[in-house]
């Protein structure tokens, strides 16, 4: 029973293409976020949602847009990819987007999904 | 949010206490110690957090020093699975923005388990 799931795990596509990852959390929780981890291994944020309202967006392309249609969702569509774009991309949730309320401020991620752009 | 330096590896035996340090010697008083760990090919993992005083959960213990410039995580017993990157972030947790989900991964530390 899977707590936040992603698909695809792997996707392999050629430069120019138009691609998309969905994540689904099943934790009721109201935040969601995308990061990026490149070649070298630094996890980056990307974005972040608060009941469905983008709160956080990084210094990213505008080629990456994110959709959420509900708190348990949110996806990534990339335009135009390009070489660089290759990357694991990790989904994560957590209830509200920081310690208030008395939560503990975790992150849950998913297992990732691997793209790689030729 | 502060900026953390671990060392790039250490290791330990199966069976022991690993104990992985973390700096963080610009950290205000706001900012809490955060650690996860990514084991080869999984999304990070959530580890123990804390703001002044030492933390014990079921996976590890965080030992936060007197002047929060520094904090150690100990796995108490490690084995072959504890094998990953481990992660020690600080973290300002301002009053419900969305500055808060700002989690900046550093380097981290990778702790190898020998048999």
């Known amino acids: 029973d899977t707590a936040v799931s992603q698909t695809p795990k792997y996707l392999v596509t050629q430069m120019g293409n138009d691609k998309s990852i969905k994540c689904e959390q099943n934790l009721g929780h109201d935040t969601m976020y995308w990061y990026k981890q490149d070649s070298k291994k630094f996890l980056k944020i990307m974005f972040s949602?608060?009941?469905?309202?983008?709160?956080i967006n990084e210094t990213v392309p505008n080629r990456f847009s994110p959709k959420s249609p509900d708190k348990a969702h949110l996806n990534l569509h990339i335009n135009s990819l390009e070489l660089g774009d290759s990357a694991v991309y990790f989904c994560?949730?957590?209830?509200?987007?920081?310690?208030?309320?008395?939560?503990?401020?975790?992150?849950?991620f998913g297992e990732g999904s691997r793209l790689t752009v030729l | 949010d502060a900026k953390t330096t671990q060392p790039p590896s250490m290791d330990c035996a199966e069976g022991r206490a690993a104990n992985l340090p973390c700096n963080h010697s610009?950290?205000?008083?706001?900012?809490?110690v955060y650690w996860y760990r990514q084991i080869h090919s999984q999304g990070p993992q959530y580890i123990i957090h804390?703001?002044?005083n030492n933390e014990t959960n079921e996976m590890a213990s965080l030992i936060i020093t007197e002047d929060r410039k520094s904090s150690t995580l100990i796995l108490p017993h490690a084995t072959l699975r504890d094998t990953a990157v481990y992660y020690c972030i600080v973290r300002v947790d301002h009053a419900y923005t969305g500055a808060n989900s700002k989690l900046t991964f550093g380097k981290g530390i990778t702790l190898s388990v020998r048999p």
């Open positions: 949602y608060n009941n469905k309202e983008l709160i």
């Open positions: 610009t950290i205000s008083g706001n900012e809490y």
């Open positions: 804390g703001l002044k």
């Open positions: 994560a949730s957590s209830q509200g987007p920081g310690l208030a309320g008395g939560g503990t401020g975790e992150l849950f």
